[in-house]
C-alpha cells in the first residue's frame, strides 16, 4: 500500500462506486490463455470465501513464497504521529503500533508463489479480499479519497467484506461462551418482592404437578400459572421427558432454578443455546442419570460454542494458514503491514519494538522485504537508476516485460523469469496492467519484484531442493525491515533481542533534545532558537524543529543545557518578579502555559492511546506538562517564600548577565 500522510480523520460512510469485480468462468481443467484483456484477479467476499479458502490452502502448501499487500483506512491518527527525522526507533515503533492499533484494514492482497519446473516459470494465484471489522476504527479523509480516486468498491467492503477475530479475541471469546454456563444449578440468592414468593410457589405445584403426571404415566398438563404469554409443554429432551419452558423473563428462570435446587434432586434446568435460545426443565431417573445428562449438555454446549467461534474466526484462517505452513512472506515496505496483521489477527501488539521482534518470529519466522532488496542491492539499486523506490516505480523497472509485454528487449531483463497468473481454471501468460493500489494486485507486483531480484541474485528454481527461504544468498536482506524508510532505520527480526547493532545509529543524541509545546503561536523556529542562544550563548541551540504549529524539538549542544534550561523555565514560572518579564526566554513562556520536557517525556506522550491533532493539547491530556513544574513541597511562611523568590531572582539575574557577557564576547571575537 501506498503510504501518505493522512489526516484529517471521519468516520468511514458508503461510497457508491462501482464494482470492479473480474469474472472468470470454470473449466473442468486448467485453460491457457496467451492473453487476457484485464487483469485476473480473484476476488473473495464472504459469499464465496469458504469455496475460495479450499483452493488457498493448496496453492500456499504448495507455493516458494506468499507475497502479501494490505489496503488500510488511514496511516497516521495525528500530523505529529507521522515519521519525523527526530524519532527514535523505539518512538516509532510506538507510532506505527498507533497506526495499526487505530485504522481498519478493508483489503488484503494474498499471491502465491509456485515455480513450474515444465515452464520454466512462477505461476501466481492472486487473490483479493475484501475484509471489514464489525468494530469501531478511524477513517482519514485522504486515505479514503485516495481509494476511491483508484475506484476502491466500498460497497462491497461494507456489505461483502469478510469479518475475523484475533487469537486473543478468539481466547476471550471462549472464555466468555463457556462462562455463559448452559446448565445452570440453583442460584444462591433471597426472593424479597411478594410477587416472586408468589411465583415461586406456583412454579414449585405446577413442577410437582408435572412430575407426579411423569411417575404415574399420567398426560402432563401444559397450562402455565398466572400468565397467558407463558406455556410450558412436555417434549423429550435428549431421549428424557422434559418440559420446555417458553415466554418467562430472565428472572423467573432464575426463579424456577431456585426452585428446582431446593426442592427438586431428580429435575435439572437446561439452557439450549443451539440454533434457537431454549429453555428446559428435565427429568432424570438416578443420580447416575443426572450426571450423564449435564456431561452431554456441556459437551453440546461445547460444539455450539466451537462452531460459533469456528464461524466468527473469518479470515483470520488465511492468517493461520500462512504462519502453521512457515512459508516466506514477502512485502514492500511492509513493516506497517506486518503490524496490522498482528494487530488484527494474532492480539494487541507488544509495548516495545523489542517484544514485538521476539514476538513476530513465533507466528512469521521467514519475512522478506522487497525495498530492502532494492536499495541494499547494489545490482538493482543500480537498476533502479535513484528513481522513486515505490512499488509501483519498482515494478516498473524491475519487471517492465511483465507490466507491458510489447516492450523492447533490455540487457538487464535477459535473467528474467517468466511469471503466469492463474485464477480458478484459467491460466494466462500476458495481461494488461491492473488496478494499483488494489491490495491483490499490489500483492502481485511485490511477487514480481521479489521473483525478480531472485533471479538478479543468482537463484535456479530448477534445482529441485532450492529452499529460498533457506538459502545463503538471501541471507543479508532476510527479516529485516524498515521502520523508518525517511531515517533508514532498520528493524532485524533475526536478533534474539534488540540491542544498538539491530538499529541505524542515528545523527541525533536524544539526551540533548528538548521538547517545548504550547507556546505562542505566532513565535517560529528562528525565534525560539534566537530567544534561547540569548539566554545560554549563541551556539547553545544546534537547531529547532517543528513537530506542528504548536510543538518544536530543540537540539542543544551538550546535555547539560538541557537541565539548565528545564531548571529555569521552571523557575522563571515561579517568580512573578520582573526579571521574569525581561528575560530572553519570557517570549517562549508568555501566556504560562508553555510546556517543556526531556525526549522520555515525547516518547510517553507517543505511548498513549489517545491521539488528539495538536500536540499541545495531546501533552494536557496525558498529563506530562504538570511534571515540568516544581512539586509541592508543603505551605511556607511568607517570611520563607519572599526569601526564596529573592534568591531565586538574584540567580536568574546572575546567570541572565553571565551568559549575556558570553554573548558580547564571542561577539566581539
Not at 160 to 175: F, H
Request: hydrophobic share 35%; aromatic share 10%; charged share 25%.
Amino acid at each position: 500500500m501506498r503510504r501518505h500522510k493522512r489526516w484529517p480523520l471521519r468516520p468511514l460512510g458508503s461510497a457508491l462506486i462501482r464494482s470492479r469485480f473480474f469474472c472468470l468462468s470454470s473449466a473442468a481443467e486448467i485453460a491457457t490463455t496467451p492473453t487476457t484483456e484485464a487483469f485476473p484477479l480473484k476476488h473473495v467476499t464472504r459469499s464465496n470465501f469458504e469455496r475460495t479458502l479450499n483452493d488457498l490452502r493448496t496453492h500456499v502448501k504448495a507455493a516458494d513464497f506468499v507475497a502479501i499487500d494490505l489496503e488500510m483506512t488511514g496511516v497516521t491518527s495525528a500530523p505529529w504521529r507521522d515519521s519525523l527525522e527526530f524519532d527514535r526507533y523505539d518512538v516509532r515503533y510506538l507510532k506505527v503500533k498507533d497506526s495499526a492499533e487505530k485504522f481498519a484494514v478493508v483489503q488484503f492482497g494474498v499471491c502465491p508463489f509456485r515455480w513450474d519446473s515444465h515452464t520454466h516459470s512462477f505461476v501466481s494465484h492472486p487473490h483479493n479480499f475484501f475484509i471489514f471489522p464489525r468494530q469501531e476504527f478511524l477513517c482519514q479523509t485522504t486515505s479514503i479519497d485516495f481509494l476511491a480516486k483508484y475506484q476502491f468498491d466500498f460497497n462491497t467492503c461494507i456489505h461483502e467484506g469478510i469479518s475475523y477475530l484475533s487469537r486473543r479475541q478468539e481466547d476471550d471469546a471462549i472464555k466468555m461462551l463457556y462462562d455463559e454456563e448452559g446448565l445452570v444449578e440453583a442460584d444462591d440468592f433471597k426472593l424479597v418482592r411478594l410477587a416472586h414468593v408468589l411465583f415461586a410457589e406456583r412454579m414449585k405445584n405446577k413442577l410437582n404437578e408435572w412430575r407426579s403426571d411423569l411417575l404415574h404415566c399420567r398426560n402432563a398438563s401444559s397450562e402455565s400459572p398466572g400468565s397467558s404469554t407463558q406455556s410450558t409443554e412436555t417434549v423429550f429432551y435428549h431421549m428424557r421427558p422434559a418440559l420446555s419452558l417458553k415466554g418467562f423473563t430472565s428472572h423467573q428462570l432464575r426463579v424456577i432454578r431456585l426452585v428446582l435446587g431446593k426442592h427438586f434432586r431428580d429435575l435439572v434446568y437446561i439452557h439450549a443455546n443451539d440454533k434457537s435460545s431454549q429453555d428446559f426443565v428435565v427429568y432424570t431417573d438416578s443420580q447416575s442419570d443426572k450426571a450423564n445428562l449435564l456431561k452431554e449438555a456441556k459437551d453440546e454446549r461445547k460444539g455450539v460454542a466451537e462452531r460459533k467461534i469456528q464461524s466468527a474466526i473469518g479470515f483470520r484462517q488465511v492468517i493461520d494458514l500462512l504462519s502453521s505452513e512457515k512459508k516466506l512472506i514477502v512485502g514492500h515496505n511492509s513493516i506497517l503491514d506486518i503490524a496490522h496483521v498482528y494487530s488484527k489477527f494474532v492480539g494487541p501488539l507488544p509495548s516495545t519494538a523489542e517484544e514485538f521482534v521476539a514476538s513476530i518470529r513465533d507466528h512469521f519466522p521467514y519475512i522478506v522485504d522487497t525495498k530492502i532488496l532494492v536499495n541494499v542491492n547494489p545490482m538493482l539499486h543500480q537498476r533502479m537508476k535513484k528513481s522513486s523506490t515505490s512499488l509501483s516505480s519498482a515494478f516498473s523497472s524491475l519487471c517492465p516485460q511483465v507490466e507491458l509485454p510489447s516492450r523492447g528487449s533490455d540487457s538487464f531483463l535477459q535473467q528474467r523469469v517468466k511469471i503466469d497468473v492463474q485464477v480458478d481454471n484459467v491460466r494466462c501468460s500476458k495481461w494488461n496492467a491492473g488496478g494499483k493500489h488494489e491490495a491483490g494486485y499490489d500483492a502481485f507486483m511485490t511477487g514480481c519484484i521479489f521473483a525478480q531480484a531472485c533471479s538478479h541474485l543468482g537463484f535456479d528454481f530448477n534445482h529441485p531442493s532450492v529452499n529460498i527461504a533457506q538459502d545463503e544468498k538471501l541471507e543479508k536482506y532476510i527479516n529485516r525491515l524498515y521502520l523508518s524508510w525517511a531515517r533508514g532505520d532498520i528493524i532485524d527480526l533475526r536478533a534474539s533481542h534488540s540491542n544498538a547493532e539491530n538499529w541505524r545509529v542515528s545523527k541525533f543524541k536524544y539526551e540533548k533534545i528538548v521538547l517545548i509545546w504550547n507556546f505562542p503561536r505566532k513565535l517560529k523556529a528562528r525565534e525560539i532558537k534566537e530567544c534561547i542562544c540569548k539566554a545560554f550563548g549563541s551556539t547553545s541551540v544546534t537547531s529547532v524543529y517543528h513537530l506542528d504549529d504548536t510543538a518544536v524539538f530543540v537540539l542543544f549542544k551538550n546535555s547539560e543545557l538541557v537541565s539548565e534550561f528545564l531548571k529555569i523555565k521552571e523557575q522563571l514560572e515561579s517568580d512573578d518578579g520582573p526579571v521574569t518579564v525581561i528575560h530572553p526566554l519570557s517570549k517562549i513562556l508568555e501566556g504560562g502555559k508553555t510546556g517543556a520536557a526531556d525526549y522520555e517525556a515525547y516518547k510517553e506522550i507517543c505511548s498513549s492511546h489517545i491521539s488528539k491533532v495538536l500536540f499541545s493539547d495531546q501533552a494536557e491530556t496525558v498529563g506530562v506538562k504538570s511534571r515540568t513544574r516544581p512539586d509541592p513541597k508543603g505551605e511556607a511562611s511568607p517570611e520563607t517564600e519572599r526569601r526564596e523568590k529573592t534568591d531565586k531572582a538574584s540567580d536568574l539575574i546572575d546567570a541572565f548577565l553571565a551568559n549575556r557577557v558570553k554573548v558580547e564576547a564571542a561577539g566581539i571575537n
